[in-house]
């Protein structure tokens, strides 16, 4: 069974600055969707960015951007230039391409923004 | 109207009562979804729904029961319930539960606390 490991259940970074957010998975599958999940306090879960396994190059979308290990089955959220807004709950989560529409969380990290 | 609609918002319930949490979505999906957020766990898929019919039911209790009477609405009936079904229980959708994106829009959860 796919399962996905957050290893940080807090984090917290000065505004401005960069910081990392870890996940690892498991899974047997060679091809699968990996995700980044925000969760801002009593607001909807969004999506932040996606990585399909196929691709080698790494997912961007403005400031935000991951580090895709496939071989170690790594998938690091990098924010760079923290803003306030950016303080959530942070899930990566994981689909297999095939078959229904399942997606598998990890436990989440509590991001905070020291201004 | 925002995308995935969840009502209440916040419900506190006896372990004898009876009530109902409901979705609606906006966006033209026709896969519908049931997650269950507690503290300190990743989120649990309950249920999926793809063009109104159950398409995985993740061994929830029979005290949860679940009516999806079309592509835009899903309920969620609960009776006698547990404390421990205390969460945040969370409603998304998708345009289909094979699509490749992966990706799904949620609404901001239900608050229950059984007592």
């Known amino acids: 069974a796919q399962t996905v490991t957050q290893s940080q259940p807090e984090m917290s970074v000065q505004e401005a600055e960069t910081v990392t957010l870890s996940c690892t998975y498991d899974?047997?599958?060679?091809?699968?969707?990996l995700f980044w999940y925000k969760q801002p306090p009593s607001r909807q879960m969004i999506l932040v960015i996606r990585?399909?396994?196929?691709?080698?190059q790494n997912a961007t979308e403005n400031r935000f951007s991951v580090n895709f290990q496939k071989a170690a089955k790594s998938f690091s959220l990098k924010i760079s230039d923290s803003q306030l807004g950016d303080a959530a709950m942070y899930f990566c989560?994981?689909?297999?391409?095939?078959?229904?529409?399942?997606?598998?969380f990890g436990q989440g990290t509590r991001l905070t923004i020291n201004p | 109207e925002t995308g995935v609609t969840q009502t209440p918002r916040h419900l506190v319930m006896g372990m004898t009562n009876k009530k109902s949490l409901k979705c609606e979505q906006h966006?033209?999906?026709?896969?519908m979804y049931w997650y269950k957020q507690s503290a300190k766990k990743p989120l649990e898929l309950m249920f999926v729904?793809?063009?109104?019919?159950?398409?995985e039911n993740n061994s929830v209790p029979s005290r949860f029961s679940p009516e999806c009477p079309n592509s835009s609405h899903l309920f969620l009936h609960l009776h006698t319930l547990q404390p421990e079904d205390s969460a945040l229980y969370l409603c998304?959708?998708?345009?289909?539960?094979?699509?490749?994106?992966?990706?799904?829009?949620f609404g901001e959860g239900s608050r229950l606390t059984v007592l």
């Open positions: 998304a959708s998708s345009p289909t539960a094979r699509v490749d994106t992966g990706e799904l829009f």
């Open positions: 990585q399909e396994a196929y691709k080698q």
């Open positions: 729904y793809n063009f109104k019919e159950q398409t």
């Open positions: 989560a994981y689909r297999f391409i095939q078959g229904a529409q399942k997606l598998v």
């Open positions: 899974t047997s599958e060679s091809d699968y969707y």
């Open positions: 966006l033209g999906h026709n896969a």
